[in-house]
């Protein structure tokens, strides 16, 4: 019984309920492209302090500095000590704060358990023409030969 209990809870807490699902995707999501993306994803044209917001995965991996979200518990998360701008040495995004409404949100959603069905990364996009099989036969790839 006991183990049927944990293994209900722990599929609970990886697949997101319709309403944090629902909140994820027309709040969230959102706010993270726009805000957040240009720096922090595979499409984004920096990558910037090795954290991706593009994944649940990349998420709680974090970047350089830790994990970006603790599930459930905001005030432990360091997206939103960056985003409240708590530390002067985290500030995101670096130009301007965000406006209080979309740290709110932020917050909200990380006190929820972080519901995200973004089970996957997406791969860093490959630069238009590259071929690998073609990189392959490049001379530096091939056996030494006299």
Do not use: N
């Amino acid at each position: 019984m006991v183990l049927l209990l944990c293994a209900a809870r722990a599929a609970s807490a990886a697949e997101p309920d319709a309403d944090g699902a629902a909140f994820f995707e027309a709040q969230v999501r959102p706010l993270l492209v726009e805000r957040c993306y240009r720096c922090h994803s595979a499409e984004g044209k920096k990558f910037k302090g090795g954290l991706r917001l593009d994944s649940r995965p990349g998420m709680l991996k974090g970047g350089d500095t830790g994990p970006a979200l603790v599930p459930g518990d905001a005030e432990r998360s360091l997206l939103i000590t960056a985003v409240r701008y708590g530390d002067p040495d985290l500030q995101m995004p670096p130009k301007e704060r965000l406006p209080a409404a979309e740290v709110a949100i932020l917050t909200a959603w990380i006190a929820r358990g972080a519901p995200d069905p973004r089970a996957t990364a997406p791969a860093f996009a490959q630069p238009a023409g590259a071929d690998p099989a073609v990189a392959r036969e490049h001379w530096a790839y091939r056996p030494l030969a006299q």
